[in-house]
């Protein structure tokens, strides 16, 4: 049962990010930093809280700065 405990969660820690970053244009660096941090701030429910409040600054930031918004699920540099 251990065994397939981390297994589950190693794979949930990466298959999470590319499924936030599909909703929001922003680098994958940064959603992963979201779900770490989120992770290490709130516990388990920072999973989910970190990588939302990533995106909404990301995308009041790139507002502010009036710069274009790319479609969700192009590629960012």
Not at 10 to 29: E, H, Q, R, T, Y
């Amino acid at each position: 049962m251990i065994f397939w405990g981390l297994i589950v969660t190693v794979i949930d820690n990466f298959i999470k990010p590319l499924l936030i970053g599909v909703g929001v244009a922003m680098p994958m660096s940064l959603t992963i930093l979201g779900v770490f941090g989120g992770f290490v701030a709130f516990g388990f429910l920072g999973l989910f809280i970190g990588p939302t409040l990533i995106a909404i600054a990301f995308t009041l930031l790139e507002a502010w700065r009036g710069a274009p918004t790319a479609a969700p699920g192009s590629a960012v540099a």
